[in-house]
């Protein structure tokens, strides 16, 4: 009886192990929300998916270095009714560790126009929620209707 138990608490334990197609749409569903927080007007959200020492890129010559940096310079995406930009994931690749991902996607103006692209790396906290450590994106662009 004592090795059913094993076998059982072994077994279960091989059952939480995720495959990389649903850590992909972890991070999918996490970047969404991420989005989800910008589109709602809520900072306090978007705070919430940050990782304590997150690094987004602000050009080549400046960086946010940690989340509550980056919550003070994003703070201005946040004044207003409307959002000045959205985005969304297009592509999300995550290692085979399970540890770290990226999600890149198309950045829109509030006319639904492509102004540039995003790059965000997600890594997966040891309470299993991943969080966005670096963020970079492209300068914005006249991308056409892609």
């Known amino acids: 009886m004592r090795k059913l138990g094993i076998g059982i608490v072994f077994f279960a334990g091989m059952a939480v192990a995720a495959t990389n197609a649903e850590l992909e749409q972890q991070v ?3 970047e969404i929300g991420f989005a989800k927080s910008m589109a709602d007007r809520d900072h306090k959200a978007f705070i919430s998916f940050l990782a304590p020492d997150s690094v987004f890129v602000a050009g080549p010559l400046r960086a946010s270095r940690g989340a509550q940096a980056v919550a003070a310079d994003w703070k201005r995406f946040f004044e207003g009714e409307k959002a000045p930009f959205s985005w969304e994931p297009q592509t999300v690749i995550v290692l085979e560790s399970g540890s770290l991902a990226l999600s890149t996607g198309p950045v829109k103006d509030p006319s639904g126009k492509r102004v540039g692209t995003f790059n965000s790396t ?8 991943w969080k966005v450590v670096l963020d970079n994106g492209c300068p914005p662009c006249n991308c056409g209707a892609q």
């Open 28 to 30: 999918r569903q996490a």
């Open 122 to 129: 997600w890594r997966k906290e040891k309470n299993g929620q």
